[in-house]
């Protein structure tokens, strides 16, 4: 595997599931896989669960691991060509990509959206500068329209909790105070359409309608209290404009938050569930996205989902390593 952005890029995820169960039960079985082989973590922005799941999972299975904080000690990188650098930034994106490459046998990236040139961020332009410059494998720790480590986690956690065998799961937006990108909500769509038993229903005002490229196939119901009508698991997410509906708006926020706050995940949303298990990618803004006692309820996934990062990591570093 030379790029991990997209579930098929993980081919069948029956077999990918089976090999996180297999991880799970025993996660340093391969172990000697990765000696003297070196991940390089480039993070262009904050991150807690990526950060650690990722490192333990590459030390699972033997391997070195850099972190370079790229805003915090290295050079501010410009990622645009053309341009004359008498700014902030000392050094380019395509010098660096090389010589980061030079030190390493695999690298991950984190680099957010944007969220200001829709074409720029759906293009991926940074992390396929990464692909083409790097020479090396290279994988998503959430790009500009994707958190594939993220999705393949969640699906994990979904098959560990379910009990039927074609769960009803639905994505939710929520209230949120800052714009966010649209990475955690098109991977998780994505690969719940792509996973072998899951009903999918997303639900959000209207303007905030997910890229197709990740939704097709996907009911798109607007009445959020209707959506979770005997849903299994509530996935929480806010996202920004996607700009797909309205194209003038990528990026923004409908609405002031303080008028969408009926759409914020309590218990009584939750009792319109089958009995239903609360999940986010975390982190989360209590008040806002989810209230404390959903979240801290009975029925809430959110540790375990992210416990499971570092399961669906090493599984995808292992790939990785195979194909090296
Ligand atoms: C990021 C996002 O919404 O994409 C990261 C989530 C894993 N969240 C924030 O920036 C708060
Ligand atoms: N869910 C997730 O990716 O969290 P971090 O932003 O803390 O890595």
Known sequence: ?????????????????????????DR???????????????????????????QKAAQNLGMNVIV???????WKLETERGVIMDGDKSEHLLEAIPVMASYCDVIGIRSFAGLKDRDYDYAETVYNQFVKHSGKPVFAMETATVHPL??????????????????????????????????????????????????????HPE????????TEGATIEYDQRKAFEGADFI????????????????GEMLHDYH????????????????DGKFMHCLPVRRGLIVTDDVIEGPNSLVIPEAANREISATVVLKRILESL
């Open 1 to 25: 595997m030379k790029s991990f952005l997209y579930a098929r890029d993980l081919g069948d995820l029956k077999q990918a599931l089976a090999e996180a169960q297999e991880i799970k039960a």
């Open 28 to 54: 340093y079985k391969y172990a000697e896989l990765g000696r003297n082989k070196t991940a390089l973590l480039v993070f262009f922005n904050n991150s807690l669960r990526t950060r650690l799941s990722t």
């Open 68 to 74: 370079l904080d790229v805003n915090a000690g290295a």
């Open 150 to 203: 993220q999705a393949f986690a969640d699906l994990i956690t979904i098959e560990e909790h379910k009990t039927v065998k074609r769960p009803k799961v639905v994505l939710t937006w929520a209230p949120h105070c800052r714009c966010l990108p649209q990475a955690v909500p098109d991977s998780f769509a994505e690969w719940m359409l792509a996973a072998p038993d899951v009903d999918l229903v997303i639900t």
């Open 207 to 214: 303007g905030y309608e997910l890229d197709p490229k990740f």
């Open 235 to 250: 996935y929480a997410k806010n996202w920004s404009c996607p700009g797909v509906t309205l194209p003038e708006h990528y």
């Open 259 to 274: 008028d969408m706050m009926h759409w914020t995940v309590d218990a009584d949303h939750m009792a319109l569930t089958n």
